[in-house]
């Protein structure tokens, strides 16, 4: 199993300028989270998905988007790239089939960079 | 909503000693207390979690004890190597959705 597996792994945007940052897990997971670290800030939740089609809001979510066709993925959306975007981004996924916390795994991050 | 606390943000101890990290949580109905080590350029990875019916659990050495009372939760590693320096996240959730995490610790083990 290759995991969580995330693209690209660094970018550069300028400011109002879209990206989109792909996320794939082959492990079959039914919850898969978006979180940002900003540098000793901790991470902060994003979005979350449940399931196929299931999105919802995490603690931040203004200017991005989800979307959940699939298990496997969970792409994260940015329509207007802001400054205040800069972080580096981690999508994680976990089994949520027992009905409390399970594993989460998280994939290598994202590092992007807002001009 | 669920506020976790992490002291110290950074911490340096000499190959060999003991290293401890200690967090605070808020919501009494939290449950459920991983830890994650997160070493440069990689994204975290648990090393070791703890639910609320366990007051205490080791793993080689590593660590955690939680204290329900008192609403925090520390972990502990002994016989420190030098690649152990990363940093460490505790974080928290009472079985929703999500994990609530602290800030942080940077650890350096000094050989």
Redesign the interface.
Do not use: E, H, M, V
């Given at each position: 199993n290759a995991g969580v597996t995330q693209t690209p792994k660094f970018r550069i945007l300028k400011i109002g300028q879209s990206m989109t940052l792909q996320c794939t897990q082959d492990m079959n997971h039914n919850y898969m989270y978006w979180y940002r670290q900003d540098p000793g800030m901790g991470l902060k939740l994003i979005y979350y998905s449940v399931g196929a089609g299931i999105t919802d809001k995490g603690e931040v979510p203004n200017g991005y988007n989800v979307s959940r066709s699939t298990t496997e993925d969970f792409p994260l959306r940015l329509e207007l790239a802001a400054p205040s975007q800069t972080s580096v981004y981690f999508c994680a996924s976990r089994p949520g089939l027992k009905g409390f916390w399970d594993t989460q795994y998280f994939g290598p991050g994202t590092r992007l960079t807002v001009l | 909503g669920e506020n976790v606390e992490?002291h110290p943000?950074t911490l340096s101890v000499q190959e060999g000693d003991s290293a401890v990290i200690k967090c605070t949580y808020s919501d009494s109905a939290s449950?459920?207390f991983?830890w994650?080590k997160q070493e440069l350029?990689?994204?975290?990875?648990?090393i070791i979690?703890i639910?609320s019916n366990v007051g205490e659990k080791k793993d080689q050495r590593i660590a955690v004890t939680l204290n329900k009372t008192a609403k925090h939760f520390s972990l502990h590693i002994t016989e420190t190597q030098p690649e152990d320096s990363a940093v460490y996240?505790c974080a928290a959730?009472d079985?929703g959705?999500?994990?609530n995490?602290?800030?942080?610790t940077s650890l350096l083990v000094t050989p």
């Open positions: - | 992490q943000s449950n459920y991983p994650y350029g990689k994204g975290p990875q648990l979690d639910r996240f959730t079985s959705y999500a994990l995490f602290g800030k942080g």
